[in-house]
Every structure is written in structure tokens, then in C-alpha cells.
Nanobody, 124 residues
Framework: VQLQASGGGSVQTGGSLQLSCAAS????????MGWFRQAPGKEREFVAA????????NYADSIKGRFTISRDNVKNTVYLQMNSLKPEDTAVYYCAAEQSTNFYNRSPGGYSYWGKGTQVTVSS
């Protein structure tokens, strides 16, 4: 499956952004989808994941209550709505896919397919 993330940009503290990740090439609904991020000098970290139907979700503690992951299996797209953004949310955000039922996997190694990433910058 090929993934293309978009929607990044620059916002001030407290602002909002919605990231999108369009998938192509395979049956999208067969894949658990995840969002990860990587700040300069840091390891790639888990942000959120969603199961194949879109009913069940898994969030990192650092963003819980501020970010929402969702998916549209007709449009083959996964979204990350980010509200109340903080400077520490600044990173390159990546979408990822794995043909699995395990949406609890928070390791980057648990995902086989990756998009190229989109930059999110939050200024104070």
C-alpha cells in the first residue's frame, strides 16, 4: 500500500491542524493505520492508531484529549485532528499501515508501510 500524508503547516500555540493520509494500491480496510512523529534529534514516537473498522483507537498519553484519529474506508484516508497544539508537538508526522488486527502496537517496527511525512511546527 502507498501512503501520502498532507496537511502539515505552521500554527501558534493553541491552534489546530488536520492531517490526512491517503492510501492506494491495496484494500485499505484490511490495514490498521497509525500516526507517528519524529522531532529533530529524537526517535520516532507513536501518536495514535485506529483499527480496521475505525471503531477502536489507541492514543499516546502525551496527546490524549487533544488529538483524534479517524478513518474513511470509502475515501481510503486516515485523519489526525490536532487541537490545542503545543510547541512540543513540533515534529514531522508520518502515517503508517500494517495488515493486522493489532492496533495496540506502538512500535514503529510494527508497521510495514510508511508515508513520507508532513512537517508540523507550533510556535509559542
Amino acid at each position: 500500500v502507498q501512503l501520502q500524508a498532507s496537511g502539515g503547516g505552521s500554527v501558534q500555540t493553541g491552534g489546530s491542524l488536520q492531517l490526512s493520509c491517503a492510501a492506494s494500491g491495496r484494500t485499505f480496510s484490511n490495514y490498521v493505520m497509525g500516526w507517528f512523529r519524529q522531532a529533530p534529534g529524537k526517535e520516532r514516537e507513536f501518536v495514535a492508531a485506529i483499527n480496521r473498522s475505525g471503531v477502536r483507537k489507541n492514543y499516546a498519553d502525551s496527546i490524549k484529549g487533544r488529538f483524534t484519529i479517524s478513518r474513511d474506508n470509502v475515501k481510503n484516508t486516515v485523519y489526525l485532528q490536532m487541537n490545542s497544539l503545543k510547541p512540543e508537538d513540533t515534529a514531522v508526522y508520518y502515517c503508517a499501515a500494517e495488515q493486522s488486527t493489532n492496533f495496540y502496537n506502538r512500535s514503529p517496527g510494527g508497521y510495514s508501510y510508511w508515508g513520507k511525512g508532513t512537517q508540523v511546527t507550533v510556535s509559542s
